[in-house]
């Protein structure tokens, strides 16, 4: 059974840094393409940004491009997030979720896989 746990979240300060951090087990390679999604309270699930199984694709969200970035160290089996420059409305939990290999999206219907989330909190 595939596990995903989150984990970094915490408080921050607005124009702040936050590196979140995705520990796949047993193996990213069973995950395929992988994506960082947000859910705020009373709003929807986004999806922010995405990486293909190697790395060679990655895709963001409008409203994160030029601040985050996705990352992925199969050899550790984790999936990263670098958040710069954040904003208070990044405030959300932040999950991380696994698709297949050929995926290519950023829609959380397309997520076979979830972990718990973690909580990010920014204030201005």
């Known amino acids: 059974q595939v596990r995903l746990v989150e984990s970094g979240g915490t408080s921050v300060q607005a124009g702040g840094s936050l590196r979140l951090s995705c520990q796949v087990s047993?193996?990213?390679?069973?995950?395929?393409?992988m994506a960082w999604f947000r859910q705020a309270p009373g709003k929807e699930r986004e999806g922010v940004a995405g990486?293909?199984?190697?790395?060679?694709?990655?895709l963001y969200s409008d409203s994160v491009k030029g601040r985050f970035t996705i990352s992925r160290d199969n050899a550790k089996n984790s999936l990263y997030l670098q958040m710069n420059s954040l904003k208070p409305e990044d405030t959300a939990t932040y999950y991380c979720?696994?698709?297949?290999?050929?995926?290519?999206?950023?829609?959380?219907?397309?997520?076979?896989?979830w972990g718990q989330g973690t909580q990010v909190t920014v204030s201005s």
């Open positions: 979720a696994g698709g297949y290999y050929g995926l290519s999206s950023l829609r959380s219907a397309d997520f076979r896989l």
């Open positions: 047993p193996s990213t390679y069973t995950t395929g393409f």
């Open positions: 990486i293909s199984p190697f790395g060679g694709e990655k």
